[in-house]
């Protein structure tokens, strides 16, 4: 407590409840939580050496030295809530502990409809087919006890939380996901301390934290934000939804630096781009077409290749 209050911290008030996701979807949403809520303590712009880590992969079994099925998604479809229009015809995806995949397609071809129903946003319904993660149903799971049980997505447009500031959101989505592991919450001098090292992972200032959530962030800073995150929270699958649109190459370089730094055996990354430059920095382990809602080819890195020099119609030839 002295410490705390040499750093001039207060108490928190009560952890809000999370609930369901809205349509614009982001990890968790605060139904308790009111506008300009703010915590009377800021972080201090100086260097603190992180005293805690946490263990975020918990919930991974090793299969006797094998990797593990992590994800498998079997003749998945879905339509959109309001309208019943078809967007996922049949999508078929296996991903094991320690791969990185890419999807690549046209525009409008599914991709981030995919990873939108994976999370569980409520825009779209499944109308048939299975997804298994981590041996569960993840059908069957709120969109928060995906979140919670290690599926983490950035957004391909984050969405800004007016009146929360990064801080807080960050230290509540990590205490939330410590209780699920039964590990106890962390105070805010020790989240401090957990979070300064994943700020220089990214590349991201102290006073980020301090700022409203994506609040008057460009569009690279909401980027990187989204890979902060996904540092603090840990998961078992990061989807990352066009991670790379709208960064400069430094941060380009930045953010697949900590992309490929947060990945470990047990692990995975499912990313969608549009891009080659992206595989080159996060090598993928396979590369996947999506066409028409569901993936139509897969293979190595050589397919971006003939992408990016003859377009799309090479991949309905090949
Ligand atoms: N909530 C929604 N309401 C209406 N149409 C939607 C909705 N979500 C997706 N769609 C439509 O579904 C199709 C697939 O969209 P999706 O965003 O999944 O494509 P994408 O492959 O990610 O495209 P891009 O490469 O342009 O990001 C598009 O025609 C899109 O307009």
Not at 124 to 133: A, C, D, P
Not at 237 to 249: K, M, R, T
């Amino acid at each position: 407590m002295a410490l705390l209050n040499r750093f001039n911290y207060t108490s928190p008030p009560p952890l809000p409840s999370f609930t369901k996701s809205p349509s614009t979807s982001t990890l968790f949403t605060f139904s308790t939580l009111p506008r300009n809520r703010r915590l009377n303590r800021k972080f201090p712009s100086f260097k603190l050496t992180a005293t805690l880590t946490a263990d975020t992969t918990a919930g991974s079994v090793s299969n006797g030295g094998q990797p593990k099925l992590l994800l498998e998604v079997k003749d998945l479809t879905a339509v959109i809530s309001e309208s019943g229009q078809k967007i996922l015809n049949g999508v078929n995806l296996s991903i094991y502990e320690g791969e990185i995949h890419a999807i690549m397609g046209k525009n409008g071809s599914g991709k981030s409809t995919f990873a939108k129903v994976l999370v569980g946003h409520k825009d779209y319904e499944v109308t048939g087919g299975s997804v298994v993660f981590k041996g569960e149903n993840l059908l069957e799971m709120e969109p928060e006890d995906r979140s919670l049980a290690g599926l983490f997505l950035s957004f391909q447009s984050p969405v800004e939380i007016p009146g929360v500031s990064n801080s807080d959101f960050l230290q509540m989505a990590y205490n939330a996901r410590r209780r699920k592991l039964g590990q106890p919450e962390l105070d805010p001098l020790q989240f401090y301390g957990y979070i300064m090292p994943k700020l220089e992972m990214v590349n991201i200032k102290a006073d980020f934290l301090n700022r409203n959530v994506n609040e008057g962030f460009s569009g690279g800073e909401k980027k990187r934000n989204e890979i902060l995150q996904l540092a603090v929270l840990g998961a078992e699958l990061a989807i990352l939804d066009e991670i790379d649109s709208g960064l400069d190459v430094d941060a380009l370089r930045d953010v697949s630096k900590a992309v490929n730094a947060l990945m470990t055996p047990t692990n995975s990354v499912l990313m969608i781009t549009h891009y080659r430059r992206l595989l080159e920095f996060i090598k993928p382990t396979y590369i996947h077409i999506m066409d028409e809602g569901r993936i139509s080819k897969t293979g190595d890195i050589s397919i971006a290749s003939i992408l990016e020099k003859e377009g799309y119609k090479a991949m309905s030839s090949t």
